[in-house]
């Protein structure tokens, strides 16, 4: 599949299932109908290949509404409270069981979604009313960043997404948006169900109820999830089907359709002379519209797709280590979208990595300022680009000149500011300290890392050379060891006891802890 991640096949497929039944029901003991039963069983054993949970919810939440809408019309009062008795029963148990295999299976994934839909809802509360505008979540979640989370999900993970429909149209829309987006849906799901309930053809039925069942099905998948490009585009293209079916009784009258759309104008016919005006300009006219749509979707569709193709380009060349292509692609990129944020902090980087990896000259320095003091005028509030300019002027500063460290601690204070509880920036910003021989505000910094991330070995291990640097091996070995805990391989950690013992006046552990770390 071409959709990216297979749980986004997954919950296409899951869309899909309901009018792969339909279809079936209306072709039962023929060859499609044989053939479509065995798309059906295919698609369900992709869908549950891709393991992909909140898809499963969606399939199986689509095909009892699919089920339910059929079943409905024929019932009589009686039977249709005991099925959706029955059914809701079915469903509590089946959701209960899942839910409990589900925290069985992946506990991690349970206790990271839970961990941010917690943290949404402190953003929530702070503004519960309006939000924080659309698609915001990406730049206001690292200021509740839950330290928690980094052993949940590991490190460098961007919440974009809050994994609820719910919670990402409130946090981004407020109440008052969330309201109007439930009403949006429940006059949907009326029209099309008045469609469906006027619907003479049983065919015309299933389908009507296929799509019900769809969109119905998505919206519980997306409880525990989000929609994707293609999820989303079906969904509305859906939507507004059930509308437009439930508005068809409008058009009934096929003679007020006729009068509407072929209206008899003999008494308005427009003279000879305009006539002749119209049939020259109407092809001076066509060819102006094309001429401009063409030039809309080379300028919306067409450029950002190749920026697209040369931001990627310049990573997998980056990866292969052509620093020289990747910058060419990186820059190419940015000049073909300049009003994307992520193509100039791509381009920063690249040019940051290729001065670390000594592929670069000092140009390469001066041109990632300037592309990330672009990104920085597009999104002062995204800590990755105080981060990056973090990074640059730690290494130009270590590399060329040292008045730079102050610019380097000005970055990371400004990221810090925005996401104070992300690890990475007081490890980078204890680095620094490190440049500057610093060793005081390092092991603070350091301290204040492993506080936030304890499973870091990496901030172990320069927590106990900070230590060790300041005079104080009796707190390094502490580190030290700790470090070890977390990556027994970590040699540099055995080498630090080393010099720790031999600080101390144990030559014989000094020893011991020397020849530990120069094993293979």
């Known amino acids: ?120 809802w402190d953003l929530i509360r702070a503004r519960p009313w309006l939000g924080y505008g659309p698609d915001s979540l990406e730049l206001i979640f690292p200021t509740v960043y839950p330290p928690p989370l980094v052993t949940y999900q590991g490190r460098g993970l961007l919440v974009d997404r809050a994994h609820n429909w719910l919670l990402d149209v409130w946090v981004t829309t407020g ?9 949006l849906w429940l006059a949907g799901f ?16 299933r389908l009507l109820a296929a799509a019900l069942a769809a969109v119905l099905g998505n919206v519980a998948g997306t409880l525990a999830s989000f929609d994707t490009i293609a999820t989303a585009t079906v969904t509305w293209l859906l939507l507004g089907l059930l509308v437009a079916a439930g508005a068809a009784p409008l058009w009934a009258d096929r003679a007020l359709h006729s009068a509407i759309c072929n209206p008899q104008s003999d008494d308005r016919r427009s003279p000879p002379a305009r006539a002749r005006t119209i049939a020259v300009l109407r092809p001076l006219a066509i060819l102006l519209v094309t001429l401009v749509a063409a030039l809309i979707i080379d300028q919306t569709v067409v450029r950002p797709l190749q920026a697209d193709n040369a931001d990627w380009d310049a990573k997998q060349a980056a990866r292969a280590g052509d620093w020289e292509a990747a910058t060419t692609a990186a820059v190419g990129a940015v000049e073909r979208w300049p009003v994307e944020f992520a193509y100039y902090l791509d381009a920063g980087w690249i040019c940051i990595l290729r001065v670390e990896r000594g592929a670069g000259t000092p140009a390469c320095l001066v041109q990632a300022e300037g592309l990330l003091i672009q990104a920085r005028r597009l999104r002062p509030d995204d800590y990755r680009v105080h981060a990056a300019l973090g990074e640059l002027y730690t290494l130009w500063g270590s590399r060329l000149d040292p008045a730079l460290f102050a610019r380097a601690h000005a970055a990371y204070e400004a990221a810090l500011t925005i996401a104070p509880n992300l690890a990475a920036l007081h490890l980078a910003q204890g680095l620094v300290f490190v440049q500057e021989a610093d060793w005081p505000a390092a092991v603070d910094a350091f301290r204040q890392t492993v506080a936030l991330d304890d499973s870091d070995a990496r901030a172990l291990l320069y927590l106990g050379d900070a230590e060790l640097a300041r005079g104080q091996p009796a707190a390094a070995i502490l580190a030290y060891e700790e470090a070890l805990r977390r990556q027994p391989e970590l040699n540099a950690a055995a080498s630090g006891l080393a010099r720790c013992y031999e600080a101390l006046g144990q030559p014989e552990e000094a020893a011991r802890w020397h020849s530990l770390a120069i094993e293979p």
């Open 1 to 120: 599949a071409t959709l990216g991640r297979a749980d986004f096949v997954a919950a296409y497929l899951a869309l899909l299932l309901p009018f792969v039944a339909a279809l079936r029901l209306d072709r039962a003991r023929t060859a499609p109908g044989r053939a479509l039963m065995g798309l059906s069983l295919a698609m369900v054993t992709v869908l549950w290949l891709t393991r992909a949970r909140a898809a499963w919810l969606s399939a199986a939440a689509g095909m009892a509404l699919f089920v339910l809408f059929l079943a409905w019309p024929r019932l009589d009062r009686g039977r249709r409270r005991r099925l959706v008795a029955a059914l809701g029963l079915l469903t509590a148990v089946a959701g209960a069981a899942g839910l409990a295999w589900v925290a069985s299976a992946d506990p991690g994934a349970v206790a990271a979604r839970r961990t941010i839909w917690e943290a949404i």
């Open 175 to 183: 109440l008052l948006g969330l309201l109007a987006w439930i009403a």
């Open 190 to 205: 009326r029209a099309g169900w008045q469609a469906l309930r006027r619907a003479p053809e049983l065919a015309d039925r």
